[in-house]
């Protein structure tokens, strides 16, 4: 595939917990599209090992460790992309400090909500206020942020998560309806893929059957089935869509 043929040549995205399962799969995917991406985590280890894999691909990255709701940590990851390569045309939020789940009764349950706001909702929403002026700039972007089925399907022992995830809508909606006139574009993908944390959570729960039977395509897909999505919402292919919740789980949720 030559430069003039890959989908995002030229752009500069930054996809936040990169370091392993979908965040790792979009920053490859977008590289091996041409893509100069900056990757954030938490591990350095991992993070390493996927600047790695882009390298190989012949990508340009760079690496951060940063925390998701800490608002110097997002200032520095934009001011990085911004010096080095001078603009920013991509965000895909999809760090998430995950608790573990509780009864709706259990007092630790408030401890577990502002865990999960600060990282999934706090954190998308800082990242975005930093890249808007450096796309109004561009000329526009778009944003991608990470929602959950598990959101709309209020599974017991989740409302920390599902609250979370939901807000995430909530911002998404917002900020298509705001920035649109700044040609910034904002989406939500509902993602269900293998990562580490969902196996381990299937395999703790002991329901993996249970959550397969709902999955309409009859199996469980992988971080690789959600990066094609990301790399749509972040083209010109998807040029006239914004505001949008879109489900890569196989059907088991259908809007």
């Known amino acids: 595939m030559n430069e003039r043929t890959k989908q995002l040549a030229g752009r500069v995205a930054i996809v936040t917990g990169a370091g392993q399962g979908i965040g790792e799969a979009i920053a490859v995917a977008y590289a091996r599209e041409g893509a100069r991406v900056i990757i954030t985590g938490r591990t350095e280890s991992k993070l390493q090992d996927v600047s790695g894999k882009i390298q190989a691909l012949g990508g340009e990255v760079h690496s951060f460790v940063a925390l998701a709701g800490n608002r110097e940590d997002a200032k520095k990851v934009v001011a990085d992309a911004i010096s080095t390569w001078g603009r920013i045309d991509v965000v895909v939020n999809n760090a998430h400090t995950f608790t573990n789940y509780l009864a709706l ?112 395509l009859g199996y469980f897909g992988t971080p690789d089935d959600i990066a094609p999505l990301a790399i749509f919402l972040a083209s010109d292919a998807s040029v006239y869509v914004t505001g949008q919740t879109i489900g890569a789980d196989g059907g088991s949720t259908m809007m």
């Not at 706001?117 to 002026?133: D, K, N, W, Y």
């Not at 709309?152 to 911002?171: D, N, Q, V």
């Not at 998404?172 to 309806?177: F, I, M, Q």
């Open 105 to 216: 009764e259990n007092d630790n349950l408030e401890n577990n909500i502002r865990i999960d706001m600060e990282s999934a909702f706090i954190g998308s929403l800082q990242m975005m206020q930093m890249a808007f002026p450096h796309m109004c700039d561009a000329g526009g972007g778009s944003i991608i942020n990470m929602g959950s089925s598990y959101g709309i399907r209020c599974e017991p022992g989740f409302l920390a998560y599902a609250a979370s995830k939901e807000s995430i809508r909530a911002l998404t909606k917002t900020g298509a309806r705001e920035w649109g006139k700044h040609k910034i574009r904002v989406n939500t993908i509902l993602p269900s893929a293998m990562s580490p944390k969902a196996l381990w959570y299937l395999q703790e729960s002991k329901s993996y059957d249970f959550e397969l039977a709902k999955v309409a």
